[in-house]
C-alpha cells in the first residue's frame, strides 16, 4: 500500500507539482492521465526518490509505515527495484546496449543481494519465460538489439518484477510501440497485477489506455490532481471541465472537410523499392530487402489519403520515394501525370511537400522562422520580390503572427513549431502535402487544434494529403480514404468509414480490434448529458 | 566475432598491399633515378652505376616491387647506403627503444586519464571539473618538448634522480633502461593524457544521461554502482578511438623528444635517413609504420568488437 500526501515539488521556487495526493493498493491498478509537462513523471520520479537535482519537495510518500520522503539515499537505494520499480516509455534505450538480457535481469535480484550469481541467472530465465520470452527462443545470452522494441519492454518489465514489488510505476510503458504490441504489453500487465497482486501506477497520455486498463484513474493538469475516482464513475460524469476537454480532444472530428474531385493527382503504380541489407559472404552480392512490395494507388485533388500500418511495415520508405528522395527498383510513381525520381527538375518538387513527426529535429536551429519558411522558394530558383509578404501571409495561415518571423524555433512549442512547418509545406501552394505521423508527437488538445488547421486549409485550397500514422483514430477522423499496409504490401483500400466499419482484411481487424477505446457507453452519459 | 576477426584481418591484409604499391610508387616517381638522387649532384658517373646495380635497379618494375616485398616478407630489408648495415638490423636496435617508450608513454597516458576524466564527469559543474578542465587544457597547449626541458631540469639536474638523457641500452638491466625512458615517456604522456581525459569525460556524460542509466538506478542501483557497472564501458568506446591514434603517433612521432633526451629512437632514425636520402632506409622504415598503424587499427577494431556486441554480428 502506497500512499501520496500533499506532495509538492519545485525547483528554484517555480512549482512542478501541487498538493499531489494518491493512492495505489495492492492489486489496484490506478491510471495517472495528463498531457505533456502536466507533472506525471514527476510524481513517479518523486516516488522513486530519482529527482533530478535542485527540486525541493515537501509532503510524504507512505509506503505500508515507512516515509519515503524522509529516507536517506542509500536506504532509496535499498527501497528501489525491491519494493518499487519502475518501466520507462522508450524500450529502444532502456537497456544497456553492451550487457545480456540475462545479466541485467539477473543483475536486479544480485544488487538486492537476493540470489548469488546462479541462482540469480536462473531466477532471470524463469522471469523472462514469465513475461513471454521462453528460454528456447530468448537466451539469457541475448543482447537488446537482437530484440524488437515489445521485447525489450518485456527485457524491462521481468527487470521491474524480478523481486516482487509491492508497486510498478509504468511511465509511459506503450506509447512508442505499435498498436499490436501495446495490446500485448497491456494485457502483461494487467495479467501479472492480477496474479502478483501488486499495486501499478500507469502513466499515460491517452484516455483511451487507461479506460482499458485502470481501476481508479487521477487526472493531472499543471502539477495538480484537478480529478480523481473510480474508473467508470469518472468517465461517465467528467466532472470537471478539464477531463471533458480531454476526452473530446482525443476523439476530435474536424468539421468542413474539402470534397475530392475525380481527377488523379498522385498515380503510384507497382513501386518497388530494396535496400541493400549487410554482406553475408564477402564477394556474393549483398541480400536485398524489399521495403515497398508492388504498391499501387491513386490519390485524387484534395482528397485525404492514409497510408497506416506498423513500424517498419515500409510506410516511410514509400513516402520517401513519393517525395522523390530514393530511387524506385520497378514501378513508377506519377504526379499530375509527370514523373517523380530522385534526378526531376527542383520545379516539379514545389507541387509536393512533407511536414514530419518531429517538431524539434525538423529545423536549422540557427535560423529565423522567416528564412524557415521561405526556404522552398530556392526550388523555383530565386525567391520572389514580395517573399516575406508571402511568409507574412503563411504564418497568417497556420495562426501565427508575423511577430514570429525574426523569431528562431526553440521559442517556439511544439504545436507552433509544428505550424511553422505547416506554413512551410503551404508557402508554394503544393497540391500534395505528406503527412508523416505530423501529429503523433503532439498533446490530444494541441492536436486537435492542428487537424483542424488542416481540414481548414484543404477546404480553402483543395490540395491532397496523404496522411501516414500508425495512429488509427487519426486517421479515422481526417482522411476519405485508408490504405492499410503490411510488409510492404497494401492489403486493403478502402473509405474510411467503410473499411473501420467493416475490416475485411484480417490484419487490418487485429489493428482494429487492438486500439484501444473508451467504452461507448461511458461516452453516451456525456453527450446525453451535453 | 571469428568470422568478424576474418573479416577484419583481410581487410588489414589488401590495406598492406596497397600502402606497399603506393610506397614503392612514390620512391619511383620521384624524378630521376634513385640512384642520382641518393647520391646527389655531384656524383662520378661510375659511382651511380655502381648504386644503382647495388640497388638492382636495373630490373623490371614488377620484379623489383616482388623482390621488395619478398625480401621484408623474409626479414631481408636490404642494405642501409649510409650506416653500410642491413636496414633491419639498424630498425631492430631503433625499435627496442621506440616500441618500450611509446607503450610507456600510452600506458601512462591511459592511467592517467581514465580516472581524471571519470572524476571529472561525476564532478560536472564542480570545482575539481573546472580544476581538471584546465589542467587538461594546458597539458594541451603547452609544447612537449618545452615541459621535457623542464623535467630535465627538475628531475636530472635539480634532483638527480634521473639521467639527462641517453639510453643504456637492455643489456644493462630492465631497470636503469625503464628509469631512461621514464622522463621521456612522462614527456610524451602528458599531452596525450589531457586529450583522452577530456574525451574520456565528455564521452562519459554522454553515458550518464542515456535511459538504461536511469533504468539501472531504478533498479536499486548507486550512482557509483551504476557507473561503473553501466558507463563506464559504453564510454570506453570512443576512448578507444583515441588511444589508437595516439599509439600510432608516439610510435614515430616521438622524434623532438628522441632529440631532447638523446633517445636512439625510430624517429630520429627516419630524420636522419630523410637528410642523407638514404632512400632503402626511408622506404623499409615508412612500410614498417604503415604497417604498424595498420595493425593497431585492426588490434582497435577487434577492441571495439570485444567491447560492444552490436558489432560482432552472430550466425
Same mark, same amino acid.
Given at each position: 500500500m502506497i500512499r501520496v500526501a500533499d506532495l509538492s515539488l519545485s525547483i528554484h521556487s517555480a512549482p512542478i507539482l501541487h498538493d499531489v495526493d494518491l493512492s495505489i493498493a495492492p492489486g489496484q491498478v490506478v491510471g495517472l492521465v495528463g498531457e505533456s509537462g502536466s507533472g506525471k513523471s514527476m510524481t513517479a520520479l518523486a516516488l522513486m526518490g530519482l529527482l533530478p537535482r535542485g527540486m525541493t519537495r515537501t509532503g510524504q510518500i507512505w509506503l505500508d509505515d515507512t516515509d519515503l520522503a524522509a529516507l536517506d539515499e542509500a536506504a532509496m537505494c535499498n527501497i528501489r527495484g525491491r519494493r518499487i520499480s519502475m518501466i520507462f516509455q522508450e524500450p529502444m534505450t532502456a537497456l544497456n546496449p553492451v550487457k545480456t538480457i540475462g545479466d541485467q535481469v539477473a543483475e536486479a535480484l544480485l544488487i538486492h543481494g537476493r540470489a548469488n550469481r546462479n541462482d540469480a541467472l536462473r531466477i532471470a530465465a524463469e522471469k523472462l519465460a514469465r513475461v513471454g520470452l521462453p528460454q528456447d527462443r530468448f537466451p539469457l545470452d541475448r543482447y537488446p538489439h537482437e530484440l524488437s522494441g515489445g521485447q525489450r519492454q518485456r527485457v524491462c518489465i521481468a527487470?521491474?518484477?524480478?523481486?516482487?514489488?509491492?508497486?510498478?510505476?509504468?511511465?509511459?510503458?506503450?506509447?512508442?510501440?505499435?498498436?499490436?504490441?501495446?495490446?500485448?504489453?497491456?494485457?502483461?500487465?494487467?495479467?501479472?497485477?492480477?496474479?502478483?497482486?501488486?499495486?501499478?501506477?500507469?502513466?499515460?497520455?491517452?484516455?483511451?489506455?487507461?479506460?482499458?486498463?485502470?481501476?481508479?484513474?487521477?487526472?493531472? /493538469?499543471?502539477?495538480?490532481?484537478?480529478?480523481?475516482?473510480?474508473?467508470?464513475?469518472?468517465?461517465?460524469?467528467?466532472?470537471?471541465?478539464?477531463?471533458?476537454?480531454?476526452?473530446?480532444?482525443?476523439?476530435?472530428?474536424?468539421?468542413?472537410?474539402?470534397?475530392?474531385?475525380?481527377?488523379?493527382?498522385?498515380?503510384?503504380r507497382g513501386a518497388v523499392r530494396d535496400y541493400p541489407l549487410p554482406r553475408t559472404s564477402l564477394f556474393g552480392p549483398a541480400p536485398q530487402f524489399r521495403a515497398v512490395d508492388g504498391v499501387s494507388f491513386t490519390?485524387?485533388?484534395?482528397?485525404?489519403?492514409?497510408?497506416?500500418?506498423?513500424?517498419?511495415?515500409g510506410k516511410s520508405t514509400l513516402s520517401r520515394a513519393i517525395l522523390g528522395l530514393e530511387p524506385l527498383q520497378g514501378g513508377e510513381i506519377l504526379l499530375?501525370?509527370?514523373?517523380?525520381?530522385?534526378?526531376?527538375?527542383?520545379?516539379?518538387?514545389?507541387?509536393?511537400?512533407?511536414?514530419f513527426q518531429d517538431p524539434y529535429g525538423s529545423f536549422n536551429p540557427r535560423w529565423t522562422v522567416e528564412r524557415l519558411v521561405a526556404e522552398p522558394f530556392h526550388l523555383l530558383g530565386s525567391r520572389p520580390h514580395d517573399w516575406r509578404d508571402r511568409v507574412r501571409d503563411a504564418l497568417a495561415e497556420v495562426g501565427l503572427d508575423a511577430a514570429a518571423m525574426t523569431r528562431y524555433p526553440h521559442e517556439f512549442s511544439g504545436g507552433q513549431r509544428?505550424?511553422?512547418?505547416?506554413?512551410?509545406?503551404?508557402?508554394? /501552394?503544393?497540391?500534395?502535402?505528406?503527412?508523416?505521423?505530423?501529429?503523433?508527437?503532439?498533446?490530444?488538445?494541441?492536436?486537435?487544434?492542428?487537424?483542424?488547421?488542416?481540414?481548414?486549409?484543404?477546404? /480553402?485550397?483543395g490540395m491532397g494529403y496523404l496522411f501516414i500514422s500508425h495512429d488509427l483514430g487519426v486517421v479515422r477522423s481526417i482522411t476519405d480514404r485508408v490504405l492499410v499496409m503490411k510488409a510492404g504490401q497494401i492489403v486493403e483500400d478502402g473509405a474510411t468509414d467503410a473499411v473501420f466499419a467493416a475490416p475485411r482484411h484480417a490484419y487490418t481487424q487485429t489493428l482494429i480490434n487492438a486500439a484501444p477505446i473508451i467504452p461507448p457507453a461511458w461516452k453516451e452519459a456525456q453527450i446525453n448529458e451535453a | 566475432m571469428l568470422r568478424f576477426v576474418l573479416t577484419r584481418a583481410l581487410s588489414l591484409g589488401l590495406s598492406l598491399v596497397v600502402a606497399s604499391l603506393v610506397i614503392f610508387a612514390m620512391i619511383e616517381v620521384i624524378p630521376g633515378d634513385p640512384a642520382s638522387f641518393m647520391l646527389g649532384l655531384n656524383a662520378q658517373p661510375e659511382t651511380v652505376a655502381a648504386l644503382r646495380k647495388e640497388l638492382g635497379l636495373d630490373g623490371s618494375l614488377p620484379a623489383r616491387y616482388l623482390g621488395w616485398v619478398g625480401g621484408m616478407i623474409t626479414g631481408d630489408f636490404g642494405l642501409s647506403y649510409t650506416y653500410r648495415v642491413p636496414?633491419?638490423?639498424?630498425?631492430?636496435?631503433?625499435?627496442?627503444?621506440?616500441?618500450?617508450?611509446?607503450?610507456?608513454?600510452?600506458?601512462?597516458?591511459?592511467?592517467?586519464?581514465?580516472?581524471?576524466?571519470?572524476?571529472?564527469?561525476?564532478? /560536472?559543474?564542480?570545482?575539481?571539473?573546472?580544476?581538471?578542465?584546465?589542467a587538461t587544457q594546458l597539458g594541451i597547449a603547452v609544447p612537449n618538448f618545452w615541459f621535457a626541458m623542464l623535467l630535465v631540469m627538475v628531475f636530472a639536474v635539480q634532483l638527480r634522480w634521473f639521467s639527462a638523457g641517453g639510453f643504456p641500452g637492455w643489456d644493462a638491466g630492465v631497470w636503469p633502461a625503464m628509469k631512461a625512458l621514464t622522463l621521456p615517456a612522462v614527456a610524451l604522456a602528458l599531452p596525450q593524457a589531457s586529450i583522452l581525459a577530456r574525451v574520456m569525460r565528455s564521452s562519459l556524460l554522454d553515458v550518464l544521461h542515456q535511459d538504461y542509466m536511469r533504468t539501472a538506478r531504478a533498479k536499486g542501483l548507486s550512482v557509483a554502482q551504476a557507473t561503473r557497472r553501466h558507463a563506464l564501458r559504453?564510454?570506453?568506446?570512443?576512448?578507444?578511438?583515441?588511444?589508437?591514434?595516439?599509439?600510432?603517433?608516439?610510435?614515430?612521432?616521438?622524434?623532438?623528444?628522441?632529440?631532447?633526451?638523446?633517445?636512439?629512437?625510430?624517429?630520429?632514425?627516419?630524420?636522419?635517413?630523410?637528410?642523407?636520402?638514404?632512400?632503402?632506409?626511408?622506404?623499409?622504415?615508412?612500410?614498417?609504420l604503415v604497417f604498424a598503424v595498420i595493425l593497431v587499427t585492426f588490434l582497435v577494431d577487434v577492441a571495439y568488437a570485444l567491447v560492444d556486441p552490436r558489432l560482432r554480428r552472430r550466425r
Open positions: 527487470m521491474a518484477i524480478a523481486l516482487h514489488p509491492d508497486l510498478l510505476i509504468a511511465d509511459e510503458p506503450t506509447t512508442a510501440l505499435d498498436v499490436t504490441t501495446q495490446a500485448q504489453i497491456l494485457d502483461l500487465l494487467k495479467e501479472l497485477v492480477a496474479e502478483d497482486g501488486m499495486g501499478l501506477l500507469l502513466i499515460t497520455h491517452d484516455l483511451a489506455v487507461v479506460a482499458g486498463m485502470a481501476d481508479h484513474v487521477a487526472v493531472m /493538469r499543471k502539477g495538480e490532481i484537478v480529478e480523481q475516482g473510480d474508473t467508470e464513475t469518472l468517465f461517465r460524469t467528467m466532472s470537471h471541465p478539464y477531463t471533458r476537454q480531454l476526452l473530446e480532444a482525443s476523439g476530435h472530428v474536424p468539421d468542413g472537410q474539402a470534397i475530392p474531385q475525380d481527377a488523379p493527382l498522385l498515380e503510384v490519390l485524387m485533388k484534395g482528397e485525404s489519403l492514409g497510408l497506416v500500418g506498423e513500424s517498419g511495415c499530375n501525370g509527370t514523373p517523380i525520381a530522385p534526378d526531376m527538375p527542383p520545379a516539379r518538387r514545389a507541387g509536393l511537400q512533407v511536414v509544428q505550424r511553422i512547418a505547416i506554413a512551410r509545406a503551404l508557402i508554394l /501552394r503544393p497540391e500534395l502535402i505528406i503527412l508523416d505521423e505530423a501529429v503523433s508527437a503532439l498533446d490530444v488538445s494541441i492536436r486537435a487544434g492542428i487537424l483542424d488547421l488542416l481540414a481548414d486549409l484543404q477546404a /480553402r485550397h | 636496414v633491419s638490423e639498424l630498425v631492430m636496435e631503433r625499435l627496442q627503444v621506440s616500441l618500450p617508450l611509446a607503450l610507456f608513454a600510452l600506458c601512462l597516458s591511459t592511467l592517467i586519464a581514465i580516472p581524471v576524466g571519470l572524476v571529472a564527469a561525476a564532478r /560536472r559543474g564542480n570545482p575539481a571539473d573546472y580544476a581538471i578542465m584546465g559504453n564510454a570506453l568506446i570512443p576512448v578507444l578511438t583515441i588511444i589508437g591514434l595516439q599509439f600510432s603517433f608516439l610510435l614515430a612521432g616521438a622524434i623532438i623528444i628522441e632529440n631532447v633526451f638523446f633517445l636512439p629512437g625510430l624517429g630520429r632514425l627516419i630524420f636522419q635517413a630523410i637528410t642523407q636520402r638514404d632512400l632503402v632506409v626511408v622506404e623499409s622504415v615508412v612500410m614498417l
